[in-house]
């Protein structure tokens, strides 16, 4: 069969993603297939190519149901017959699909698990001519997942009620246990497991260290003009004052959190995902139900709890495979907060979530390659020097010989406490070594300590970030609790005893990458038309009543403003264009395009 075809005529792509091709060719096969890809991996494609290209109509059981209409509209804008059930319909439209499926109309049915499992739905699926069923988010069925859903448990009846279909189970998430726990629920025959990379190449990752949290946030959130990004912090209270701070300074945002009422919740969503919102700033609530491809930044304000979360949350940016940005706010203090946290858990809990805990903080910790330190608590060896693609790879840092201050941090920190009988936070601490006249500083006689105002030689800014090197290389600790008090370690007595050399590395700021150097995934072309064009397309989407994306993908835009392609041949060329877009959208967007190249060049010759 000509599998690559049939991709461009009805996805308009040119070629599969790794794995696509062979998970493909085993469920056109009638094999069971069990595939973990990362978010952005295209898991879609999987189950919706077979489903038109073999007789029969592919059930897919997803547990969003507030993303159904979207990938149906999505599917019915390339020209195939899809439709959904959930809840979400009245019950004159749930009956009109009904007979539309008695029909045998559809390719491919999207229904809620608690609906699928219903007898009565079972018993008239028996009429139906039902070729496979592939079940979305496959996790979401075992207890040892993140997302344990208790209406997905009952599809382990799914094999004894109809035996005889072929069912393909996809995930993003899935450790060895989960694995083998959907295999079993779900009484998979023998199936083909493929695992892809969860390599996310046109990710940039990047740690900042956290001053100014807001500001930091704002200058990031400017430089991305235009650009749509997800903010997650760790309280309800946190995303409800940032979006107010982005809102008065300028930027579109919305809150999302389990805080706010179901309708107001999705409504937030809904503009996010249709670009009449530009940031959402969210509580980890957030992501699961969204597939919004052009997410271009994930902002964490707040530490992580684990690097699961982490892979996940910042996994939904750039899903369409253009780069993106994803930045990590990271202080001490932010430690101290999680692990509070887990104080209020049970023992058995404390002990994993503190695990969790002290490898999220040795990713950001970390000097080496941030992708290769995520990738390997996944298992997963990347193999290159350089990943060009983080803060790590990309600014190596440079080291100097901090010996003399590291002393003077070191000593102030230790005459600070002999002086009061206890211990003070960094920027205490720093404002004696700075020779600040502060109310706390003449209040407990800290002016009189030997290292007041030994740090005059330096920004406060800069004594900040040898304490958190001090921190890092664990010459100091901070206690856990409200303040988060520096203390001299072993290793910190010995360093000041003994006057050993101290290396530390110079600290550096969120700064834009440096321009130049073309990045993964990037697509360069002529912006200004790349914005016509996402202007028309933003019309024909609002016409129709769907999300930008459903029309074609920034891929597509910036693939046409590139190749600039004004007959409908041309077009057809592009990626994203298959039979039915080329019929629907090759007249407004030449028409576009034809109109953008005569003004610049009437321009052009105005001006020779
Ligand atoms: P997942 O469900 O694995 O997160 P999706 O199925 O949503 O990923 O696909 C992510 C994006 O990649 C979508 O915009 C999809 O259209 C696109 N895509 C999928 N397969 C291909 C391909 N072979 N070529 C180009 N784009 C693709
Ligand atoms: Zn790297």
Not at 22 to 34: H, P, S
Not at 259 to 271: F, N, Y
Request: charge should be neutral.
């Amino acid at each position: 069969m000509d599998l690559r075809g049939a991709l461009k005529k009805n996805f308009g792509y040119d070629a599969f993603r790794p794995l696509q091709e062979e998970i493909i060719n085993d469920a056109l096969a009638g094999r069971d297939v069990f595939a973990l890809m990362p978010t952005g991996g295209g898991k879609s494609l999987c189950f919706q190519l077979p489903a038109l290209l073999r007789e029969g109509m592919t059930i897919v059981v997803s547990p969003l149901i507030a993303l159904m209409k979207d990938q149906v509209d999505a599917l019915r804008a390339s020209g195939i017959a899809a439709t959904f059930l959930n809840s979400s319909l009245d019950r004159h439209e749930a009956a009109e699909r009904f007979r539309g499926l008695n029909r045998g109309e559809y390719r491919m049915l999207y229904v809620a698990p608690e609906r699928l499992m219903l007898d009565t739905f079972l018993e008239g699926a028996l009429n139906w001519n039902i070729a496979q069923f592939a079940i979305d988010e496959a996790h979401c069925i075992s207890e040892w997942g993140h997302d344990f859903r208790p209406e997905y448990r009952q599809l382990a009846k799914l094999r004894t009620h109809l035996p005889d279909l072929p069912i393909m189970a996809l995930t993003a998430t899935a450790t060895e246990r989960v694995r083998a726990d959907i295999v079993k629920q779900l009484k998979l025959r023998d199936p083909r497991c493929y695992v892809a990379s969860f390599n996310r190449p046109n990710l940039t990752y990047r740690v900042v260290p956290k001053t100014s949290a807001y500001e930091q946030l704002l200058a990031f959130v400017r430089a991305h003009a235009d650009e749509s990004g997800i903010v997650y912090c760790a309280s309800r209270k946190t995303a409800e004052t940032l979006t107010k701070k982005l809102s008065e300074d300028g930027i579109s945002a919305k809150p999302y959190h389990a805080g706010l009422e179901g309708r107001d919740r999705t409504k937030h969503q809904e503009a996010f995902l249709r670009d009449d919102v530009r940031v959402i700033t969210a509580t980890i609530a957030f992501g699961m139900g969204i597939n919004k491809p052009n997410v271009r930044f994930v902002v964490h304000h707040d530490l992580p709890k684990n690097i699961e979360s982490y892979y996940q949350e910042t996994g939904r940016a750039g899903r369409d495979g253009l780069p993106s940005d994803c930045v990590l706010l990271f202080s001490a203090s932010d430690v101290v907060k999680q692990r509070r946290f887990i104080e209020e858990k049970n023992e058995h809990e404390q002990r994993i979530a503190h695990e969790q805990l002290r490898a999220m903080i040795a990713y950001a910790e970390t000097r080496e390659c941030r992708r290769a330190t995520l990738l390997k608590y996944f298992g997963e060896d990347f193999a290159e020097a350089s990943c060009d693609g983080c803060d790590n790879c990309l600014n190596p840092r440079e080291t100097f010989d901090g010996t003399v201050h590291a002393q003077k941090f070191l000593s102030c920190v230790q005459r600070i406490r002999q002086k009061s009988g206890f211990s003070f936070g960094l920027n205490h601490i720093v404002d004696v070594l700075a020779g600040a006249d502060t109310e706390a500083i003449r209040q407990r006689g800290h002016d009189e300590v030997s290292t007041y105002g030994v740090g005059r030689d330096l920004k406060r800014s800069a004594w900040q970030a040898i304490g958190r090197e001090l921190l890092r290389i664990g010459l100091v600790t901070a206690a856990p609790g409200k303040f988060a008090t520096l203390q001299l370690t072993d290793a910190g007595w010995a360093a000041l005893r003994e006057r050993k050399p101290i290396t530390l590395t110079k600290p550096f700021d969120v700064e834009p990458r440096k321009r130049g150097k073309k990045r993964a995934g990037e697509i360069e072309c002529d912006e200004a038309l790349f914005e016509e064009l996402r202007a028309l397309r933003r019309r024909l989407a609002d016409e129709r009543d769907v999300p930008a994306y459903v029309i074609f993908s920034d891929v597509s835009l910036r693939e046409m403003a590139r190749a600039c392609p004004t007959t409908p041949a041309e077009f057809g060329k592009i990626p994203g264009v298959g039979q039915q877009k080329l019929r629907d959208f090759a007249e407004p967007f030449t028409a576009a395009i034809a109109d953008h190249l005569a003004a610049n060049s009437a321009r052009s010759t105005t001006l020779a």
